[in-house]
């Protein structure tokens, strides 16, 4: 009864909901249910509910000889994403918030942001001008002047796990620093008088409160990080290292391998039952993170 009553109060903002409620189901959630894709042998001429039964077969060429590779590379590629960009992004939303003067703290702020609004394939073609084997700028301007052999940085993988990490950190830490920025805005500046009436330090100051109330920022954006730790940034893996066959070892990972599977052998059906594998996966993980999070500390768990 109570209901019906909240509902007769409130039915103007319940129709002001409306289209947008609207939207979401129409948009976000009705096309899940072509997620049975997956498990179906897809022929256009049939459409997604009419295509035969495919069973769990769109998922068995995830399971190859370099699964094991593909799996580490994806994985440990993004561990070490999400830590050094915690790093960075902290440390950059630290020393930017420490400036003074306020235009010369939206200078850095946007010079932060800037290689974030860069696309990849502009990146792809930074990386290249500076490594190309003939005219890259390693080759041509460091190494060349002083009698160095060229490395032909496009058939010789040791070196890419460091490349492709600068790159990731260089176009992704600016959306974190701006976030975390957004955070230190909000903290008391009393806390930081009293703090320097202490005779607490630059660093006894972050330790003690710029970095206490950062964290609910770290962990949300940390746990949405983890729940992509099965994805991969296409245009990294792909576009930076130009699909060279020989740095497949350094540079393959889930979401490189499913693109030039299907190139190879075709199938919508497959390329579907990869994203469902990395979204369960990718929902396990969060879970877990937030499970863990919250027996630590209740109080900073997402939910």
Partial sequence: MKGVKKLKHFWALYL?????????IINNYIPMTGIIIAFKKYNVNYGIYRSPWNGLNNFKFLVSNDLALILRNTILYNLVFIALGLVASVSLAIMISDIV???????????????FLISMVIVSYIVYAFMSGDNGLINKTFREPFGLQKITWYSYPKPWPFILVFV???????????????????IDKELYEAARIDGASRWKQIKA???????????TLTMLSIGRIFYSDF?????????????????????????????????????????????????????????????????????
């Fill in 16 to 24: 002001l909901m409306l289209p947008g409620f609207a939207y979401l």
């Fill in 101 to 115: 003067n306020p235009t010369a703290k939206k200078i850095y702020q946007s010079f932060v942001m800037m290689p």
């Fill in 168 to 186: 990731h950190l260089w176009k992704g830490a600016g959306y974190g620093t701006l976030i975390y920025i957004a955070g230190i805005a909000g």
């Fill in 209 to 219: 409160i710029t970095l206490p109330h950062l964290i609910p920022s770290m962990i």
């Fill in 235 to 303: 245009g990294l893996f792909y576009q930076v290292p130009q699909n060279s066959g020989a740095l497949f070892s350094v540079t393959q990972t889930i979401d490189t391998y499913v693109y030039r599977a299907l190139i190879q052998v075709g199938g919508i059906g497959k390329s579907a039952a990869a994203g469902f594998f990395q979204s369960v996966v990718g929902f396990l993980f969060v879970m877990g993170s937030n499970l863990l999070v919250r027996k630590i500390s209740p109080d900073n768990a997402m939910f």
